[in-house]
């Protein structure tokens, strides 16, 4: 019998040398022609379709399984003909007496010398017992999954190939689908490609390391909205299961959110929305770099509103806002290219010129811009004129860190101011000295001041009676 059934069959003569071998596989392999006819069947695929292997060679699927899986397994063969490539998918089948299983199926097509298509090899594992064991694993957790269904992490399991096994609530949620849609499917068929690929990668790095691992992964919902997660993934090895994955994934978007908004509180100035100092410092030292780099001169400018305080005082702080606002906006409007912008504190805004190659180009921008700064502000009826003192540090010269420059440059806009304000002045050695020699005498006087008022305590204790202010004078 076995003998006709070999040469009844059309199969390559390679396959004469693996006879033995093939015959005694667990799984069903077989060879089709491109009319769906058997011209090889091994002894499994006789056991599966309960007829010797040599009478199911010249026949087709029709003469063994229902209508609908005939139709099944042959739109599957044409996609291997036409396509000439593998062809890898579940097939479940209802068979000769009656029971349904599950197969997994690989087909490849067969060529001639031509490299035409003559037909395929396939074989099919029976995965039947293995899906039902994983089926009655989730009905046994029924209570556990009602469970898990009702708390707020995302939980879920897929089998090696990346086959949803199962899906909580949360992830139904999610995406729109009940469990019933997600079940057997990968995240290729439920994911956008992209967000598809990085969880696949991410999945297989767990598995392939064997441990627990923490990673950030981000998904789009049903809501069209991109949520951010935090996932603890591992392999979860069950008795006398195939290993699987399961994961638990806690939404961080609001978290992600908070955090970003703390970030950007933390660099932004929360009334023009300009660049904080903090914010300013850290780009001005990168663009000293790039200065050193190129072997160019950067301005760092500082602005200030002469009499702000007399504004605030005499017009509320909603005016006074109002102003610091609309400088903010014209900075940025100004028509002069300037580097970065920011607001320092109170009426002081900073900025850097990097395109001014010489001491008369700086001079004549911030001129320009003091002069559209002081166009009339229509925040209140009539409109306030105001007018700006700017100081003016240049890297280099005078210094090459941010503070540095920045402290140089406020010292040069008070000396505008100490000198009639509505002006410009650029920074020197001698009013640097000027500067130190006030910080000074500042200094000696708030120490006499302290002394002088610690002797005045001492005295009181001692019953000592304080001079009058008319002796004083």
């Not at 003998?3 to 667990?26: H, V």
């Not at 959110?257 to 950007?264: A, D, S, V």
């Not at 500082?302 to 609309?326: E, R």
Request: aromatic share 6%; proline share 3%; glycine share 8%.
């Amino acid at each position: 019998m076995r003998k006709t059934a070999r040469a009844a069959s059309a199969a390559p003569e390679q396959l004469d040398s693996l006879w033995t071998l093939i015959d005694n596989l667990d799984a069903c392999f077989y060879v089709k022609d491109l009319d769906g006819r058997y011209r090889f069947a091994n002894r499994a695929l006789g056991v599966a379709f309960d007829a010797d292997p040599a009478d199911i060679v010249g026949r087709t699927d029709a003469d063994f399984v229902d209508v609908e899986a005939c139709d099944m397994l042959l739109v599957s063969d044409r996609e291997v003909f036409a396509s000439g490539a593998r062809l890898e998918r579940d097939e479940e089948l209802c068979m000769p007496d009656g029971a349904h299983r599950v197969f997994r199926t690989v087909k490849l097509p067969l060529f001639d010398a031509a490299r035409r298509v003559t037909g395929l090899c396939g074989i099919s594992t029976d995965v039947t017992e293995q899906q039902r064991a994983v089926e009655k694993l989730i009905e046994r957790n029924t209570l556990l999954d009602t469970i898990l269904s009702n708390v707020e992490i995302s939980i879920y399991m897929k089998d090696i190939e990346g086959r949803y096994l199962y899906a909580n609530g949360q992830v139904l949620k999610l995406l729109g689908l009940k469990l019933e849609d997600m079940l057997g499917r990968t995240d290729n068929e439920i994911l956008p490609p992209e967000q598809a690929r990085q969880v696949i990668e991410n999945d297989r790095a767990v598995m392939a390391g064997g441990a627990r691992s923490g990673i950030e992964e981000s998904v789009f919902g049903v809501d069209g909205r991109k949520h951010h997660f935090w996932s603890r993934k591992m392999p979860l090895h069950l008795p006398g299961q195939p290993t699987c994955l399961i994961g638990f994934s806690t939404e961080i978007t609001e978290l992600r959110g908070l955090r970003k908004r703390i970030e950007h509180d933390r660099i932004t100035d929360s009334l023009t929305g300009l660049a904080n100092r903090v914010m300013f410092e850290s780009a001005l030292d990168e663009q000293l770099l790039m200065a050193r780099l190129g072997n160019t001169r950067l301005a760092v400018v500082m602005v200030d509103l002469d009499q702000f305080k007399y504004i605030n005082n005499n017009f509320g702080q909603a005016v006074g806002d109002g102003l610091i606002q609309a400088v903010g906006t014209r900075l940025q409007q100004c028509g002069v290219s300037i580097g970065s912008l920011a607001r320092l504190s109170g009426d002081e805004f900073g900025f850097t010129l990097p395109q001014a190659d010489t001491v008369e180009e700086v001079a004549c921008q911030v001129e320009q811009i003091r002069a559209f700064l002081s166009q009339p502000y229509a925040v209140q009826e009539p409109p306030l004129h105001l007018t700006f003192s700017a100081g003016i540090a240049l890297s280099g010269e005078d210094g090459s860190s941010a503070d540095a420059l920045l402290s140089r440059a406020e010292a040069a806009m008070y000396s505008a101011k100490d000198n009639g304000r509505d002006q410009y002045r650029f920074y020197s050695r001698q009013l640097g000295s000027t500067v130190a020699e006030r910080v000074a005498l500042e200094r000696d006087l708030r120490a006499a001041w302290v002394r002088a008022n610690s002797r005045c305590t001492t005295s009181r204790r001692c019953g000592a009676t304080a001079p009058s202010p008319a002796s004083r004078r």
